[in-house]
């Protein structure tokens, strides 16, 4: 009976024993996946940086750049003004002193002596002997010297304020290039006999303006009496 008991309780043990066995290698196993799973862990939280900026600092640096746009801004404004203040204290002056002996016909149709057609007169046309001197109505940029087919030398100028200035029936001795910067009452060149469209005309500078694209008269941007 002993024997029969210390057999049976053999057998139990024996089958239990195995899953015990399992078990216990299961926790093993699991303990040491959990171990290195800490591990693990650990390693990448010491490899990450997690520091945030200081606060002030963040603040100091937001202000630096708004002090640096606000530098911008009253430069580029302060720019704007002096250019302003040039153009005001600088007068527009006539090209050159003469009788406006075609006027500003202002898009009506007027007989061309040297056509001897109807067409519209874009400018003015202001008598000079060739050799006078021509002067730049304001400051400006040079956009243009060219020797045209109809109007012969010609300079174009930019005043500014979508102003634009036309020299034309000039002398050959054009006196600024393109790009160059003029001040008011320069001279950049002498009336000439060049303009083979108003070759019937007597002795004259043909000076027109655009406002924005558009012709305009003049003879309303200058003071027909000043010189310089």
Known sequence: MKKFKNTRLHKMMGGKGMYITLGACLLAVG???VAAYNR????INDSLDFSLPDASSVVQEQQADMKQEDVEME???SVSEQMEELLSTQPNV???NGEIINPFSNGELVKSQ???VWKTHDGVDIAADVGTQVKSMNRGEVTEVR???LWG???TIDHGDGIVGYYYNLSSAVTVEEGDSVESGQIIGAVGDTAQIEAAEPSHLHFGLKRNGEWID??????PNSSK
């Open 218 to 223: 003049p003879i309303n941007y200058i003071n």
């Open 40 to 43: 693990a862990v650990t390693q």
């Open 31 to 33: 303990g040491a996946g």
């Open 147 to 149: 020797e045209d087919a």
């Open 153 to 155: 030398y010609t300079v």
């Open 75 to 77: 430069d580029s404004s």
């Open 114 to 116: 040297t056509l001897n």
């Open 94 to 96: 006539m090209p050159v």
